[in-house]
């Protein structure tokens, strides 16, 4: 199935003391362009829209222009929400596309083999998305007491990418915009027309760049990744 990639980057980096977190430096390259190389590398995406603010397009055009990022087909701009950021890309994705796979900029760590079996999941379900199971007991609390201990085995931590059929991602934006609904979450669409998401299993190592100690935990992380790769070889 023919699967185009959304990556959203539109956001206003209010955690980063103002600084574009997805265009900071990483490994040899900057966030961005590690997150776009992850995407150009798997078989399955066929091409890359990215959501954006104006004044980043053309940083972020440079950057994929020196990392040969083929896939890259057109930009969008972003929204209000990040509902709408995506309402936006979806408008430049290619017409013959079967498959959406939304994905955090500023998640630059995911790994090109996850990518594929989150869209691999997708296209058996309808909609799939990557996560890993919580470590940490997990309590509700209202007013400042504990009211619940929910049973951590059924927790996850969500994640990126989330993959869904085209029909059934439409079908879901349009109930949103019918009923004023406005979701921070992929997975929140489809759920809301009744159909059941897959939760693929991924790793630890795809965190979102949110704050400025993720950069130096996605450096470490990064140098690890490479070793390995290294090693391997």
């Not at 990518?115 to 007991?137: H, M, Q, W, Y």
């Amino acid at each position: 199935m023919k699967t185009s990639a959304i990556i959203v980057c539109a956001g206003n980096s209010s955690r980063m003391m103002g600084v574009n977190k997805i265009l900071l430096p990483l490994g040899d390259s900057v966030v961005i362009g590690c997150t776009l190389s992850a995407f150009q590398q798997c078989e399955s995406i066929d091409d890359i829209v990215v959501v954006c603010r104006e004044q980043d397009r053309e940083a972020i055009k440079n950057t994929a222009e020196k990392l040969n990022i083929t896939k890259l087909h057109n930009f969008a701009s972003g929204g209000s929400t990040r509902q709408e950021s995506v309402i936006n890309g979806l408008r430049k994705i290619s017409p013959d596309t079967e498959m959406i796979a939304v994905h955090d900029g500023a998640r630059p760590l995911i790994n090109p083999k996850y990518i594929e079996k989150t869209i691999k999941d997708a296209s058996v379900f309808g909609g799939a998305v990557l996560g890993v199971p919580v470590k940490d007991t997990i309590k509700v609390v209202h007013d400042g007491l504990i009211e619940d201990t929910p049973h951590r085995p059924s927790l996850y931590i969500t994640q990126t990418p989330q993959v869904f059929k085209r029909r059934l991602y439409f079908e879901g934006v349009d109930f949103a915009l019918e009923h004023g609904l406005d979701f921070t979450d992929d997975c929140q669409l489809i759920e809301s027309i009744g159909i059941k998401v897959y939760m693929t299993t991924g790793d630890y190592t795809n965190i979102k760049i949110t704050t400025p100690e993720d950069i130096k935990i996605a450096e470490v992380l990064l140098a690890e990744i490479k070793k390995e790769g290294e090693t391997e070889k």
